[in-house]
């Protein structure tokens, strides 16, 4: 992190796919209002038996007439909802302008399509001889790489990269290391919609870690991080687009730049369960403060984790106010949007770029009764700030935490 400023990552673009709303536009507006759209979840394949998984799905969407049909045809869902959410970025970034070969992508996320995967083996089960081939590409990690690169032209690099929780915002710094590195000259990071089944949610049900059994028969009031009535995440669809390019290369090509990404850092905790680590999320912030050369008084706002569990919230708020951050404004977009999984740490970087463009916070859902009082939560709506300098934080199952500081495009840098 020693490069000059014009060396230094920028966010050119940025594309967005959730439910409370589709595209940069709605889902600022929804995030904004605090809107959510949680209930029993009806996708096929979500449920089975007497559970009733709550979640919150996508709205139906159709496909632009821009993209191939016939890759749009042989996509799943989460390979759709990548093409499209791309789109939106690619657009933003004006990714036309850059040759095809200096283009790189980083998928984050692995074993993505498991619904549909589980619906293709029960309806083929006994009748193996009809398999769909595609079967064969969509089980693999890299056919969002392919699905991607085929329909954008990409052919600079493509890779997966798995960090459950923390996959969307490890491929944002890998994409960024990417950048840096000069490996090419812009790289998309595609947090990717992971595709859950009734058999993940019933074992993330079995783990303790996916609620609600208090609010069944109250889907809206579930999900709610933070909150002394928390009882495990929330499922969101959720598919989030980063794109990261160098800001000599943006200022060159006229482009605005979202926010400059000042410094990241990735920790392990050498713990293959899901249990949190204090020391983990505490070594990961100071590493990632220490890279953006900025002390933690220079942060005016977190992004949290802040998934609902019930020993992760309280883990991350110990590390957050150890760290010296607990003076900074922090809400929580799961409690908006849902857990996108491995799509949430891209979702909430770009919850932080819109609000520090909208100059405005979003509220907390849900937080009636926070676990720590004494910290300055946005709770009931939205309220004007300034952001110069951000924190967002992703955690994931297997030990990763990672960190990403943002600073604001018009803010000085040191």
């Not at 890998?174 to 950048?179: D, K, N, Q, S, Y």
């Not at 980063?242 to 920790?267: K, N």
């Not at 891209?346 to 676990?371: F, K, S, W, Y």
Request: net charge negative; charged share 20%.
């Amino acid at each position: 992190m020693n490069s000059t400023r014009q060396d230094r990552p920028v966010v050119t673009g940025i594309g967005i796919s959730t439910a409370v709303g589709m595209g940069i536009p709605a889902f600022t507006a929804a995030l904004l209002r605090g809107d959510h759209a949680f209930g029993i979840m009806a996708r096929d394949g979500r449920q089975r038996g007497e559970t009733r998984f709550i979640g919150a799905e996508l709205p139906d969407f159709d496909m632009p007439d821009d993209l191939s049909r016939k890759l749009w045809r042989t996509a799943t869902l989460s390979g759709k909802t990548a093409l499209i959410t791309l789109r939106e970025a690619w657009r933003d970034a004006r990714l036309d302008e850059i040759g095809p070969d200096r283009i790189g992508l980083v998928i984050g996320g692995s074993n993505v399509q498991q619904r549909e995967l589980v619906l293709t083996q029960t309806a083929y089960a006994d009748r193996l001889a009809f398999l769909r081939p595609t079967y064969a590409l969509n089980f693999l990690d890299s056919d969002i790489c392919g699905l991607c690169t085929q329909q954008f032209g990409i052919r600079g690099f493509a890779q997966t990269v798995g960090g459950a929780s923390a996959s969307g915002q490890l491929a944002i710094i890998r994409a960024a290391e990417a950048v840096a590195s000069g490996l090419v000259d812009a790289c998309i990071a595609v947090g990717a919609l992971m595709d859950c089944s009734y058999f993940e949610c019933a074992g993330f049900r079995a783990l303790g870690a996916m609620g609600s059994e208090r609010f069944a028969n109250d889907p809206d009031r579930a999900c709610r991080p933070f909150d002394r009535l928390r009882d495990g995440f929330i499922y969101g669809e959720a598919c989030g687009v980063v794109v990261i390019e160098r800001a000599a290369s943006a200022e060159a090509r006229g482009v605005r730049p979202h926010a400059h990404l000042a410094g990241w850092a990735v920790t392990m905790d050498a713990n293959r369960n899901p249990d949190p680590s204090f020391d983990g999320e505490l070594r990961v912030i100071r590493q990632a403060l220490e890279g953006a050369r900025l002390a933690p008084s220079d942060i005016d706002y977190v992004n949290p984790h802040g998934t609902g569990s019930t020993i992760g919230d309280e883990t991350e708020l110990a590390a957050l106010t150890t760290a010296g951050l607990g003076h900074a404004p922090l809400n929580t977009t799961k409690s908006v949007t849902g857990h996108g999984l491995t799509a949430a740490g891209a979702v909430e970087v770009i919850a932080t770029l819109v609000q520090m463009d909208a100059g405005r916070l979003h509220p907390c859902r849900n937080l009636e009764d926070p676990i720590r009082p004494d910290l300055a939560w946005v709770r009931d709506g939205a309220r004007p700030h300034d952001m110069r300098h951000a924190l967002s934080l992703s955690m994931g199952f297997g030990g990763i935490n990672t960190a990403l500081v943002m600073r604001h495009a018009e803010a000085g840098a040191r």
